[in-house]
């Protein structure tokens, strides 16, 4: 059973109230005539999601950067975040890097730390997020409709090459260059999810999600939640030309935790679409189209292809 | 460096929209012109809050209950939870009887779970609550004034009793009936905060605050908070006839996760109070008063007393 059958079969909550309940980045909760809230929480653990040598700035950045994206991707504003984190002992040095860091990320997207507490026990971070959202311009995975666009607001895969580097063949890893592994380092510590570039593209967008399952993962999560299949061409998903060199597109799709946004958008607004992510400096483009089919369809240079990997789960 | 001083030094965040941040049991968000959203986070950990031996249901429950109580003592009205949850493999036995415990206590206060995650790692769950709290009355810990009546809703030291009940010496350990020991575990497993006494009696209260860190410690916040003392008669303070009969009051009012509610009341509202408590069959008392000094001064049987025991503190 993997971890998206679990959520399904016991965490089944339902919810008279909420717009959206358990299911898509962010639950959404009535505010008035004009405006929802977007509410999300997400933890990263250690030994999962950082290690003890992860340093703390970093982590106190990326903890906060990683709940940003699930607000983000709903068509919301972020504005406040609890702290909930769990630590073996204290130590200053260590919190007060951390706190900086989150710090950092929160002045960077206006947001507001309103509260949390601190616990003895593992090291854990658990962040609740708020979001305000235009009940005109909600984004949810669900909106995707057949002859979409599919775009990807930035390039793909730098978090997975940093993961997963120490397992790669000899000469894959012999050939990855010192500016790429700084850059996919950088990408893993620091994501920053695109907030300015779906406040302004938002009215235009049908569905989103945030890439933190990877690309493939999350497409397909769009894909069923709005009944629909898709046509993508591998050659045009934004990624480091390292991973087509070496055959690595792969873990450039499947690998997780890139915090950009995967998003469907009507054809007419191609072009807007295009030059929002110039003005952004934004390294995306069109992937491909969301097909009346119920299945995906890859294409490398003009041919079908098959993946070989499948979407990452947390208790795969 | 206690909790507490730690929380001050590096998680001072500072929030500029909120009404009220960092510090107490929840923070506020203006929702409308007579609305406010109280939201508040608590994280329970394996090895820390409960074991490995833990009964999933009960563990279900009280996750949910202690975030429940957050928002009672702010004077709200619970309406909706995330949960993240992280578990060192998936044991679906474990996980169908924590998500019963977990809607027993969501269906008992009327709560939606609407979102959440869950994660590998130390077994651990994060809960994040929203509720509703009317302009009006808006309970915080900074709102006692010398002359109030501090109540608590409910008698104390169950929990601690359960959770210290192996570290006692002998004698007192073989004093405490089974009767009693089931009742301990039964108030340590299940806290079930005061909902609606605290609706009923809210316009009536000046200050408020959740009994989690215990008696004596969360007196300390509210008198902290408000800039004012206190003088407590120990022998009114509401506890099974063991604690006193057997020198161990101490342990009722130093101990922690009661998750009833300490508050100050006006004396005009006391036979209100006490009519309410009868009402809701609840055996909670009046146990002294605030006073301008700033300090706490204890009685027991008439004489005055000091404690050998302070607040429990999480990194103490």
Redesign the interface.
């Known amino acids: 059973?993997n971890?998206f059958d679990?959520?399904k079969k016991?965490?089944n909550?339902?919810?008279?109230?909420?717009v959206?309940?358990?299911?898509?980045d962010?639950?959404l909760?009535p505010?008035?005539k004009n405006e929802l809230?977007a509410?999300?929480?997400?933890?990263?653990?250690?030994?999962?999601?950082f290690t003890g040598d992860s340093d703390p700035y970093y982590l106190g950045w990326k903890s906060l950067a990683v709940n940003v994206s699930d607000i983000i991707s709903m068509g919301g504003q972020p504005?406040?975040a609890?702290?909930?984190i769990?630590l073996k002992?204290?130590d200053?040095n260590w919190?007060?890097k951390f706190?900086k860091g989150i710090?950092a990320c929160?002045k960077k997207y206006n947001i507001?730390?309103?509260?949390?507490?601190?616990?003895?026990?593992?090291t854990?971070i658990?962040i609740?997020i708020?979001g305000n959202v235009s009940s005109k311009n909600v984004l949810k995975r669900s909106g995707a409709i057949p002859e979409d666009e599919i775009w990807v607001t930035n390039e793909v895969g730098y978090a997975a090459l940093h993961f997963n580097q120490h397992s790669l063949l000899p000469k894959y890893k012999e050939s990855i260059s010192n500016c790429l592994k700084k850059r996919s380092q950088e990408e893993f510590l620091k994501p920053q999810p695109p907030l300015e570039f779906i406040q302004d593209t938002k009215s235009m967008i049908n569905s989103a999600i945030d890439l933190s399952d990877g690309l493939v993962g999350d497409l397909k999560h769009i894909l069923n939640s709005s009944s629909v299949g898709a046509k993508i061409e591998i050659n045009e998903i934004p990624m480091h030309k390292w991973f087509m060199e070496n055959n690595q597109y792969e873990l450039a799709m499947c690998g997780g935790e890139d915090y950009q946004i995967l998003m469907t958008v009507p054809h007419k607004h191609h072009n807007k679409i295009q030059n929002l992510l110039k003005k952004h400096t934004l390294k995306g483009a069109m992937i491909g189209k969301i097909t009346k089919d119920k299945k995906i369809e890859y294409s490398l240079h003009g041919k079908k292809i098959k993946l070989s990997k499948e979407g990452f789960t947390?208790?795969g």
């Open positions: 059973m971890e679990l959520i016991y965490f909550f339902t919810s008279k109230h909420a959206l309940g358990v299911g898509d962010a639950a909760i505010l008035n809230m509410i999300s929480m997400d933890t990263l653990n250690i030994g999962h999601h504005r406040y609890l702290l909930s769990s002992s204290l200053v919190i007060a706190t710090k929160a507001e730390i309103i509260g949390g507490d601190t616990n003895k026990g593992s854990s658990s609740a708020t947390h208790f």
